[in-house]
T-cell receptor, first 113, second 113 residues
Framework: GESVGLHLPTLSVQEGDNSIINCAYSNSASDYFIWYKQESGKGPQFIIDIRSNMDKRQGQRVTVLLNKTVKHLSLQIAATQPGDSAVYFCAESPNQAGTALIFGKGTTLSVSS | DGGITQSPKYLFRKEGQNVTLSCEQNLNHDAMYWYRQDPGQGLRLIYYSQIVNDFQKGDIAEGYSVSREKKESFPLTVTSAQKNPTAFYLC????????????FGPGTRLTVL
């Protein structure tokens, strides 16, 4: 079964708002986490990643926060734009040789103008 | 799409026919992956290969087969044993290190009539 899940299947925001997409993971052996964005009919695109020795990592308009105590991951998107509308997946990588990424179910972000 | 090509983009087959989906990468990546995505769902791992001439079953390997004769190619065959093959199929690849970024291809939408 999946060990990565997202708290909300959908999130609707207004253009210009900040968006927060949450993800919970349950595999204590996971030490590397990734966020992907998938637009309709396309393959997922890498957004940002974080290793377990960090609590926060910032990119361009995106920030990922990692709380290892409660096994929680979040993606914050600043000044959300209509082009940010997509499905967002978190993925975890257990620190075990030969394992593949484990993906959550995804959150659909809808941005209205 | 990071140098990963999948062809064709849309594929139609009659029930009972085997079909092979192509995945090629020019990123010199060691590992390659196949995922299945159903409407509104997350990514489910079918097969993966970490090195040429070797591959492992994922979570939903039944009814599928793969080969990895060349580093750049990882074709997926959907056999007639797959009970519900209509789906969006995604190929991905990454480098040797577990924390190397995993990139996805554009996907193939298979419809079985």
């Amino acid at each position: 079964g999946e060990s990565v899940g997202l708290h909300l299947p959908t999130l609707s925001v207004q253009e210009g708002d900040n968006s927060i997409i949450n993800c919970a993971y349950s595999n204590s052996a996971s030490d590397y986490f990734i966020w992907y964005k998938q637009e309709s009919g396309k393959g997922p695109q890498f957004i940002i990643d974080i290793r377990s020795n960090m609590d926060k990592r910032q990119g361009q308009r995106v920030t990922v926060l990692l709380n290892k105590t409660v096994k929680h991951l979040s993606l914050q998107i600043a000044a959300t734009q209509p082009g940010d509308s997509a499905v967002y997946f978190c993925a975890e990588s257990p620190n075990q040789a030969g394992t593949a990424l484990i993906f959550g179910k995804g959150t659909t972000l809808s941005v209205s103008s | 799409d990071g140098g990963i090509t999948q062809s064709p983009k849309y594929l139609f087959r009659k029930e009972g026919q085997n079909v092979t989906l192509s995945c090629e990468q020019n990123l010199n990546h060691d590992a390659m992956y196949w995922y299945r995505q159903d409407p509104g769902q997350g990514l489910r791992l079918i097969y993966y290969s970490q090195i040429v001439n070797d591959f492992q079953k994922g979570d939903i390997a039944e009814g599928y087969s793969v080969s990895r004769e060349k580093k750049e190619s990882f074709p997926l065959t959907v056999t007639s044993a797959q009970k519900n093959p209509t789906a969006f199929y995604l190929c991905a690849s990454k480098g040797f290190l577990r924390t190397d970024t995993q990139y996805f291809g554009p996907g193939t939408r298979l419809t079985v009539l």
